[in-house]
């Protein structure tokens, strides 16, 4: 069986790191991308980054290029999100997401909350 | 690529049929749209791929529709355990959800 299992979340004051993981299980790690989504208090969903099956290559949204960093670790079958200078606006639920051959997203993970505050 | 959901909400009863639109500003390659079901509290879950093509165990009341720009997921006979947040996806730029669907308890 697929397993995602976020971590890392927590309470942040604004201006500081966070550094979430996901740890993975049930299928070959290395064969997969693996993406970051987000969605705030309330509001709705938002890709975040990606990470190619072999690490090399990330992709970040506007809102977070810069100040977050997507990494993975095939011996551990885990990723990571660095987040750095976080903002109030990154306060939300960090979920974790397998995509799928097919290009579909089939395995999210439960999710990890940040909150950014003073 | 923006992705615009119509209606915002929607108030049916149970065995009615749910019609819910997501219309995309650019044309959406390949017909990379994917339909998401979101509960409180809980994960997406994935409901459509490819923008007809059913996810594994989804029953078959959802269907997916569409094609360039305009795209459809459909709700028959709708159950109790429906009435949930709707997302539209597209894959085939980037990675963008439209704003989501209510579908609520009339």
């Known amino acids: 069986e697929v397993q995602l299992v976020e971590s890392g979340g927590g309470l942040v004051k604004p201006g500081g790191s966070l550094r979430l993981s996901c740890a993975a299980s049930?299928?070959?790690?290395?064969?997969?991308?693996m993406h970051w989504v987000r969605q705030a208090p309330g509001k709705g969903l938002m890709w975040v980054s990606r990470?190619?099956?072999?690490?090399?290559?990330?992709g970040y949204a506007d809102s977070v290029k810069g100040r977050f960093t997507f990494s993975r670790d095939n011996a551990k079958n885990t990723t990571y999100l660095q987040m750095d200078n976080l903002r109030a606006e990154d306060t939300a639920v960090y979920y974790c997401v397998r995509d799928d051959d097919d290009s579909s997203w089939n395995h999210w993970g439960q999710g990890t909350l940040v909150t950014v505050s003073s | 690529i923006v992705l615009t959901q119509s209606p915002g909400s929607l108030s049916l009863s149970p065995g009615e049929t749910a019609t819910l639109s997501c219309r995309a500003r650019q044309h959406i390659s390949n017909n990379f749209l994917a339909w998401f079901q979101q509960k409180p509290g809980r994960a997406p879950r994935l409901l459509i791929y490819?923008?007809?093509t059913r996810a594994t165990g989804i029953p078959d009341r959802f269907s997916g529709s569409g094609s360039g720009t305009d795209f459809t997921l459909t709700i028959s006979r709708l159950e109790p355990e429906d009435f949930a947040l709707y997302y539209c996806q597209q894959y085939a730029n980037s990675w963008t959800f439209g704003q989501g669907t209510k579908v609520e308890i009339k």
């Open positions: 049930g299928f070959t790690f290395s064969s997969y991308w």
């Open positions: 990470i190619n099956s072999d690490g090399t290559s990330t």
């Open positions: 490819g923008a007809s």
